[in-house]
């Protein structure tokens, strides 16, 4: 059975920090990784992640995968406000894609 | 473009009671379609996929089924409601097993089961 588990489930900061959320997958047949960030509805897509090592970027956000290691991180550089909401992980194949529990991130004044 | 479909947004229904949630995608041919439902506050719980029509994998067994009767058409039935069933149920599609893309979702639906 595939398997997504991320950490922290929730995390408080102020704005202006940075903080990293995890992403550790067990997956048969694995061929990406993916990220998303749900505010209220659907989630929004964030990156697609298929090769190791290889940082990607969206402004204050970036993803990493290790397929070694098994995991992914997302960091969020200076928070704003507008960063809180529920992060997404999700280990896809070719046929289906398994999501983790999901960190709820707030961001306090 | 492609667009995704789910409806209805809102849905009260009693114990016992039939349900069906319909999701259509449009602008894309053979997509996989997925179902998910999702706690408050939580991760998504994949429930059913579909790699074609007539062709459903379930993952959790619950007294929920699913069909596709058509290449972009995604049901989500259930003849009895629990109070279990109630959550925010999530439709979503992809490109087919040759490309590595990301994936669509509609909009939700809000069940509430009293």
């Known amino acids: 059975e595939d398997k997504v588990v991320q950490s922290p489930l929730s995390l408080v900061v102020h704005e202006g920090d940075t903080v990293t959320l995890n992403c550790s997958y067990e997956v048969t047949n694995f061929r990406s990784l993916l990220w998303y960030k749900q505010e209220k509805k659907a989630p929004t897509f964030l990156f697609m992640l298929?090769?190791?090592?290889i940082e990607k970027k969206s402004g204050r956000l970036s993803s990493i995968l290790d397929k070694k290691e098994l995991f992914s991180i997302l960091n969020i550089t200076a928070t704003q406000t507008g960063d809180s909401a529920v992060y997404l992980c999700?280990?896809?194949?070719?046929?289906?894609?398994?999501f983790g529990t999901g960190t709820r991130l707030q961001v306090t004044l | 473009s492609q667009t995704i479909h789910q409806w209805p947004a809102t849905l009260v229904q009693p114990v016992g009671s039939p349900l069906s949630l319909e999701c259509t995608v449009e602008g894309t041919s053979n997509p996989n379609l997925y179902w998910y439902r999702q706690a408050a506050g939580r991760g998504l719980q994949l429930l059913f996929y579909s790699v074609g029509i007539g062709q459903i994998s379930s993952e959790v067994p619950q007294n929920l089924s699913a069909s596709r009767p058509q290449d972009r058409q995604f049901i989500l039935s259930s003849k009895k409601l629990l109070l279990s069933d109630s959550g925010f149920y999530l439709c979503?599609?992809?490109?087919?097993?040759?490309?590595?893309?990301?994936?669509?979702f509609g909009q939700g639906t809000r069940l509430t089961v009293v």
């Open positions: 298929t090769s190791s090592g």
């Open positions: 979503a599609w992809t490109l087919g097993p040759s490309v590595n893309t990301e994936a669509f």
């Open positions: 999700a280990g896809g194949t070719a046929s289906k894609l398994t």
